[in-house]
């Protein structure tokens, strides 16, 4: 069983930051992508940010200079540092990973909810 747990979501005001982590556990052979989603209220999720094994990361428009992505592929775990947070950034973020164990799988996490304040 794989499982990809998230933290630190919660209530900001608007111009302010949060940090989210998600950790991977389980049997895990190896990790490709990792990466953050988010689904609004009505809306459709949405890819936020990738990391590639190899740190190349890749950023929806909407974030990029605010949002920096990052991995430790020694603890399996991938963050999400949110600067400059706008009330449209609230949604529920999700954390996502191919996990290889040893087939290769799409995994997602519970959803942590992030809410900004204007």
């Known amino acids: 069983q794989v499982q990809l747990v998230e933290s630190g979501g919660g209530l900001v005001q608007a111009g302010g930051s949060l940090h989210l982590s998600c950790a991977a556990s389980?049997?895990?052979?190896?990790?490709?992508?990792m990466g953050w989603y988010r689904q609004a209220p009505g809306k459709q999720r949405e890819l936020v940010a990738t990391v590639t094994r190899g740190g190349t990361a890749d950023y929806a428009d909407s974030v990029k200079g605010r949002f920096t992505i990052s991995r430790d592929n020694a603890k399996n775990t991938v963050s999400l540092q949110m600067n400059g947070l706008k009330p449209e950034d609230t949604a529920v973020y999700y954390c996502?990973?191919?996990?290889?164990?040893?087939?290769?799988?799409?995994?997602w996490g519970q959803g942590t909810q992030v809410t900004v304040s204007s």
């Open positions: 996502n990973a191919e996990i290889r164990t040893p087939r290769y799988g799409n995994y």
């Open positions: 389980g049997t895990i052979f190896s990790i490709n992508a």
